[in-house]
């Protein structure tokens, strides 16, 4: 397998090559040349573990690692950090079904790829004899920085900086990522959004001046965020995962289709599920649910993608994005690898804020079906799910589940559906307690409390005594004085 830049260059790498480097050099996102197809047998894996089927998923994309290598990274990440014995337990709630992907350390489904990646980039810096220091520079809406900070703790050869915005993130994300650990870590708040955070990212990956003052230190960087193919390629896995369980619970019967829908930021998620299908995973629509920042929602339905617009802090944060990232990916596999074009749209969202598909790419898009949630609906998702099931939702889960209750009503496609679950609700406990009781208490730690009490839903390992942990980064940056603060932190580390 091949990885190709999305705005062209004859450059082709491996695997391990395109996990070390994150980015490709002109700007673009690495892409798989060609999909690989699930063998003709797939549906007899419902006997099989997690484990075996994230590895026989991988192994096609990842065919550079050696096969027990493979086996032993994939052992390694999903192993008794995960609270659930099936790592991701799809989950019945009257009649829709939820995949949920936040049993892992830091209760969002971050974990599901970050708990992976790290053993991915060892074992990458192995094969190809990379001797720099790796420093994962990761822009965050609030759920990656955590998990790429515990995936990243402490690792060999790495170093890893987080940059957050400092409103906007839950007081529970937030407090996750000041008190972790590791002498390897770097957590800055900055004052901006998620999207001045990610540009800022991309400047310093992209800023040679910024490459050259580390290479002397003999650190390069890479990204763990879903920019970086390791990401992504884990998160394939499970929408195969789903598909097996939804015939194992008899709610689907071999050769038939099911829908998958997924509360999207960055368009990491939903793109994963759109590989998995491209690999012959039977998958009808692909349901792209929005909060108020609902670029994705116009793009899908009129083809322009436009920025121009405010942007909104809402109670699903890690949503809150205008700029997604791997749509860039999408574009170019449906134009047919046209990077020419990839690079006209890119551009000109840069100097005009907008850009019009070509109608062969509309065509390929009609696979989606996209939509929005306010946050009154997010909260009255989130209490009328739970009054009528006692399924507690996150608020981005409910994003997704008040879209996909307009689906069904607009489209009448009862065609069994999965929930990506991305997130536990005790991340968000403030805005869960506030929609199920009607009082905000204002105090993340006190509704988290309150929320285990009235529900008796086990509160997740990694969030017990968060509140009571050292806070260790403090630091809140501009975004002028972003760039020496990182290369303060990394060189003087
Ligand atoms: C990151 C995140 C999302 C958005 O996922 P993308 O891959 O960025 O589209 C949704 N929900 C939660 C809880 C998240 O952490």
């Excluded at 099936?86 to 970050?114: N, Q, S, W």
């Excluded at 870590?185 to 999207?195: E, L, M, P, S, Y």
């Excluded at 590989?275 to 793009?299: K, Q």
């Excluded at 009503?409 to 805005?431: M, R």
């Amino acid at each position: 397998m091949q990885y190709v830049s999305t705005r062209g260059g004859s450059e082709k790498l491996r695997a391990a090559q395109a996990i070390i480097r994150g980015i490709a050099g002109n700007r673009g996102l690495f892409v798989p040349e060609m999909f690989p197809s699930l063998p003709e047998n797939f549906t007899d894996w419902t006997v099989l573990p997690y484990q075996e089927v994230a590895v026989r998923v991988l192994q096609p994309f990842l065919d550079d690692y050696p096969a027990e290598v493979l086996g032993q990274c994939v052992k390694s990440a999903y192993d008794d950090k995960f609270a659930a014995a099936e790592v991701a337990p799809l989950i019945k709630a009257g009649d829709t079904c939820f995949l949920e992907l936040y049993h892992g350390r830091t209760a969002a489904f971050k974990d599901m790829a970050l708990s992976l990646l790290p053993h991915l980039l060892t074992a990458a810096l192995k094969q190809e004899d990379e001797q720099q220091q790796i420093a994962i520079l990761t822009a965050t809406s609030g759920d990656t920085g955590k998990a790429a900070l515990e995936g990243f703790a402490d690792v060999p050869g790495t170093q890893i900086v987080v940059l957050y915005p400092h409103v906007g993130v839950s007081q529970v994300q937030e407090r996750q990522m000041t008190t972790q650990e590791g002498t390897n870590t770097h957590v800055f708040g900055i004052r901006g959004n998620f999207d001045d955070a990610q540009r800022a990212v991309k400047k310093l990956f992209n800023d040679e001046s910024v490459a050259q003052k580390l290479g002397i230190s003999g650190i390069r960087f890479s990204s763990a965020n879903s920019i970086n193919i390791g990401r992504l390629v884990p998160q394939v896995a499970y929408y195969v995962w789903a598909y097996l369980q939804m015939l194992k619970q008899e709610i689907l019967k071999p050769g038939e289709a099911m829908n998958v829908v997924v509360p999207t930021g960055n368009f990491g998620n939903i793109l994963a599920a759109w590989y998995a299908r491209e690999m012959g995973l039977p998958v009808n629509r692909l349901i792209c649910a929005s909060n108020r920042n609902n670029v994705l929602t116009d793009f899908i339905t009129t083809g322009t993608y436009d920025v121009r617009r405010n942007f909104h802090i809402t109670t699903s944060p890690s949503m809150d994005i205008l700029v997604s990232s791997n749509l860039e990916r999408l574009l170019y596999h449906l134009s047919g690898g046209d990077s020419d074009q990839i690079k006209g749209f890119m551009q000109a969202l840069e100097t005009e804020g907008r850009y019009t598909v070509s109608s062969r790419i509309r065509k390929g898009l009609e696979g989606f079906y996209a939509g929005y949630a306010d946050e009154a609906e997010t909260r009255e998702a989130i209490a009328s799910l739970y009054q009528k099931h006692q399924y507690l939702m996150d608020p981005h889960t409910a994003v997704a589940h008040k879209v996909y209750r307009d689906f069904l009503q607009e489209t009448g496609d009862t065609t069994p559906a999965v929930i990506a679950a991305t997130a536990s609700a005790y991340k968000f406990a403030d805005t869960v307690t506030e929609a199920l009781w009607g009082t905000p208490l204002g105090d993340g730690f006190a509704a988290v409390k309150e929320l285990h009490q009235k529900t008796g839903v086990p509160i997740p390992v990694g969030l017990k005594g968060l509140e009571e942990k050292p806070v260790r980064h403090k630091t809140t940056l501009d975004q002028s004085g972003i760039e020496t603060a990182v290369l303060d932190a990394l060189k003087g580390s």
